[in-house]
């Protein structure tokens, strides 16, 4: 399994980006798939996760609103919508994977992408 994640990019204050996470094949419906970010000199933070079989999201509390994750199943591409961005929205992201929710959801997935980097100036 392979994940790439890409869409990153530069962006002023109350932007907005979609992040998009290509699958190397297909992605079963058993999996769990989030999104992370780390910004410099911070820990790693737990973003969203959505069960690919049903669709169900998860948000962190404070993503609430502002982040939409989604899925197509047809693409095996998971998708992170980010509105109305704010410098301290910068950090790379990363998209993940495992078939246990617990272990996507804290930071302890099989599967990690590489990232893509978000920069947004105020």
């Known amino acids: 399994v392979q994940l790439q994640a890409f869409g990153g990019g530069m962006v002023q204050a109350g932007g907005f980006l979609r992040l998009s996470c290509a699958h190397s094949?297909?992605?079963?419906?058993?999996?769990?798939m989030g999104w992370f970010r780390q910004a410099p000199d911070k820990e790693r933070e737990y973003l969203s996760a959505?069960?690919?079989?049903?669709?169900?999201?998860y948000y962190a509390d404070s993503m609430k609103g502002r982040f939409t994750i989604s899925r197509d199943t047809a693409t095996n591409t998971l998708y992170l919508q980010m509105n109305n961005l704010q410098p301290e929205d910068t950090a790379i992201y990363y998209c993940?994977?495992?078939?246990?929710?617990?272990?996507?959801?804290?930071?302890?997935?099989?599967?990690w992408g590489q990232g893509t980097l978000v920069t947004v100036s105020s």
């Open positions: 993940t994977k495992d078939t246990d929710w617990a272990k996507v959801v804290t930071g302890k997935a099989h599967y």
């Open positions: 094949g297909r992605v079963y419906s058993s999996a769990v």
């Open positions: 959505i069960r690919w079989g049903t669709g169900r999201t």
